[in-house]
């Protein structure tokens, strides 16, 4: 793996400070670690915010033919982002909890069906199949001692009866990058809803949802 020095060193000084200049939150002096949880906004997002807020407070106030037409455009370019089959098959939730609840409670549940976890996930993405335990479904949780969760502790831990293997692409904990296309593989296989949480990945790495044969991918916009 090339160091992130090296990396950072490829890109042309002029290009990395123009970057930089869209987060002001740079210029503290200061260096910010904690985008795994909240990140600072950069300019040109308080820009688009505050034009909208000021049409609404002084302008058309209806904005509803320009919103609509923002998230078309959005629609489109998140499908281009995650490699989906069409436009359409983007949705819009609150929040990266929201679309995980909505996976999890948006199947067709039977007694006796089991999903996957590992100790290592965010609570958003364990709570909504907790709850499920009262509809029958039985919740498995793989140990991960050395902070790793590999396709091979998954295909070992499957059984007739799962139903849903939920995963973070990259774990909040540890920054432990999971090899999606082999997991994906090995679900489309055996017919398991393979459900990522992808609000640590996308932006940073490729996701192609097609390709890793992922279900279900859930992600916040902040990141």
Known sequence: MQPLHEKLESIPDNI??????LFPYTAKGVVYFNHAATSPLSTRVVDA????????SFGK??????????????RNALH????????????????TSDALNIVASG?????????????????ANVYPYLHLRRLGVEIETIKCPTGAMTSEMIYE??????????LSAVQFLTGYRADLATI??????????????GIQA??????????????????????
């Open 49 to 56: 915010m505050t034009r909208h807020l000021e049409e609404r």
């Open 184 to 197: 994906g593989e090995i679900c489309r296989h055996r017919g398991i809803i393979f459900a990522v949480d």
């Open 61 to 74: 106030l209806d904005t509803y033919t320009i919103d609509m037409q923002q998230v078309a455009e959005t």
């Open 80 to 95: 281009q982002l995650i490699h989906a089959e069409s436009p359409e098959r983007i949705a819009f939730t609150g929040n």
């Open 157 to 166: 831990a499957l059984k007739p009866q799962t139903r849903v293997v939920a």
């Open 202 to 223: 996308i932006g940073a790495i490729d996701i192609d949802v097609q390709k890793m044969k992922i279900d279900a991918l859930s992600a916040g916009s902040q990141k």
């Open 16 to 21: 990395l400070q123009k970057i930089r200049s």
């Open 107 to 123: 199947l067709d549940w039977e007694s006796g069906d089991r999903v996957l976890l590992n100790d290592l996930e965010f609570p």
